[in-house]
Structure formats: structure tokens, C-alpha cells
């Protein structure tokens, strides 16, 4: 069983939509998370960063984190057909300076 | 700034010749990272250094996979001799200390 398990998709909706985009984890350690966005044919790009549990929110995205329930979330608020790309949940331990644990990613596509 | 950058970034080669995938992360950054990326597997971390030295390497497929950092400006991903199986997207990203990791652009591999 992986470390790091995120929804597959794909997922398609239309332009406006809230999406949420869901990954679990099995390593309790894990005290750093992240998602990375990735368009196609370019490599990722950090999009939130949170330390612990709690919710941070920054303009139409709201990260999520339950380490009780060792859940994380990305929600997307009114969604554009530029947030279309593949979205990568990461975790991160806080000893393990750099070294990442990265979700398979889910491919959003939002049509206008 | 220049960002991460990779080369070359595509590159065909047939089984069993050598493949060297090259990175220059940016600058003032101390840790260094080398990913391979497939629709099966997802992202995968191979090697990551920090100040030049390799700290953990768990992710190197095989012996026919190398890493070097002879300096803080400079690393290659060596494939010796290569198979159909590496075919993949190989990403370099540096980051500082614990910070953002940021990605290069990618070398598509295709090993026919």
C-alpha cells in the first residue's frame, strides 16, 4: 500500500464549479502538506503549503488537513478553464528536510 | 530569474546506449531532487542531494541508474545502459532547506 493515496480521477466540470480534490495517508509523521499543480508538459508548481492541521485559504483555493483522520483536501471555488491540469498532493516529515512523498495526481479538466 | 534548468529536454535513444540528463538548480539553493514521472507509476523520487552530497538514494531503480553533484550549480542522472522501461519524464527541482521545491521543465526520455 502506498504512503500517499489520491483520488484518481479524472475529473471534468463546467466553468464555476467547486471541486474538491482528496488525498489519505497511512505515515502519522507526516507534518507538512502541499499541492503541486502540473499542466501538461511542464513540471509541477507549488499551489498551498500547510503545516499541520487546519485550513488555509488563499483567493478561490482552500486547503484542508485532518491529520486525525489523516485526510487532506484542495477545494477550488468558482473554477476556470485555466485551472484545467493535474493536481499532486505532497507530505512531507518535519526531520526529513526536503524529501517529499508525492500522491499520483488528479487530472481536473473545466469546460467554459 | 532562470529557474531550474534541464537538458536536453527531449531525448530518443535506443536500448542499451548511455543517457545523461543534466540540471542547474537555481542558484543559493542547497538541496537538489531527481524525479521520473509515468502514467503508471506517478512521481517518483529517485536521489535527492543536499549541499552536494547525496542523502538518499532508496529511490534508484537499479545499479544502471547513477547520480552525481560535483558542485552546487551542477548535477547529471546517468542511464547505463538503457531500457524500453525508462522511458518516462525525468524532472530536476531544487529547493532551499525545507522550502518549495521548484521543478524544471523535464527531459522526455524515449528508449525505443
Known amino acids: 500500500q502506498k504512503e500517499v493515496e489520491q483520488d484518481p480521477g479524472p475529473l471534468s466540470v463546467p466553468e464555476g464549479a467547486i471541486v474538491s480534490l482528496n488525498c489519505t495517508y497511512s505515515?502519522?509523521?507526516?507534518?507538512?502538506f502541499m499541492w503541486y499543480r502540473q499542466y501538461s508538459r511542464k513540471g509541477p508548481e507549488l499551489l498551498m503549503y500547510?503545516?499541520?492541521?487546519g485550513n488555509k485559504e488563499d483567493g478561490r483555493f482552500t486547503a484542508q488537513v485532518d491529520k486525525s483522520s489523516k485526510y487532506i483536501s484542495l477545494f477550488i471555488r468558482d473554477s476556470q478553464p485555466s485551472d484545467s491540469a493535474t493536481y499532486l498532493c505532497a507530505m512531507r516529515r518535519n526531520t526529513n528536510a526536503g524529501k517529499s512523498t508525492f500522491g499520483d495526481g488528479t487530472t481536473l479538466t473545466v469546460k467554459p | 530569474d532562470a529557474g531550474v534548468i534541464q537538458s536536453p529536454r527531449h531525448e530518443v535513444t535506443e536500448m542499451g546506449q548511455e543517457v545523461t540528463l543534466r540540471c542547474k538548480p537555481i542558484?543559493?539553493?542547497?538541496?537538489l531532487f531527481w524525479y521520473r514521472q509515468t502514467m503508471m507509476r506517478g512521481l517518483e523520487l529517485l536521489i535527492y542531494?543536499?549541499?552536494?552530497?547525496?542523502?538518499?538514494d532508496s529511490g534508484m531503480p537499479e545499479d544502471r541508474f547513477s547520480a552525481k553533484m560535483p558542485n552546487a550549480s551542477f548535477s547529471t542522472l546517468k542511464i547505463q545502459p538503457s531500457e524500453p522501461r525508462d522511458s518516462a519524464v525525468y524532472f530536476c527541482a531544487s529547493s532551499l532547506s525545507r522550502d518549495e521545491q521548484f521543478f524544471g521543465p523535464g527531459t522526455r526520455l524515449t528508449v525505443l
Open positions: 542558484s543559493g539553493h542547497n538541496s
Open positions: 505515515n502519522s509523521a507526516f507534518q507538512y
Open positions: 500547510t503545516y499541520s492541521s
Open positions: 542531494f543536499n549541499n552536494n552530497v547525496p542523502i538518499d
